[in-house]
């Protein structure tokens, strides 16, 4: 079962599947900022930052910028900016623990 898993989560699997994440994740806003326009049932915030928080936070960065939309309601904008300052701190530690672990073999 290890095995298997191990095999999945090749880089190549993982740089897809991130991708995949961001893509919808900026076709989400797009959605969400026609539905808003048009008076239709929106994509709520909380989806949208659980796909940030999933990893697609440099698509909702990027759909904000191109859509124009989510840029000033300041709870959303704050729990954006706080889930890509934790993703940047996780990705440091991670990187700073495998420098480590190479440092001391």
Not at 61 to 83: A, C, D, E, N, W
Request: hydrophobic residues 50%; proline residues 2%; aromatic residues 12%.
């Amino acid at each position: 079962m290890i095995d298997s898993l191990a095999d999945l989560l090749t880089i190549e699997n993982v740089v897809t599947a991130l991708l995949a994440l961001n893509a919808t994740t900026f076709v989400s806003f797009g959605i969400d900022k026609w539905k808003a326009r048009t008076g239709r049932w929106r994509v709520s915030e909380g989806t949208l930052l659980q796909l940030a928080l999933l990893g697609g936070t440099p698509g909702a960065y990027l759909g904000r910028r191109v859509f124009r939309h989510k840029t000033r309601k300041q709870p959303f904008v704050r729990y954006l900016h706080t889930i890509a300052f934790l993703q940047i701190i996780a990705i440091v530690c991670w990187n700073a623990w495998d420098l480590m672990q190479q440092f001391w073999k």
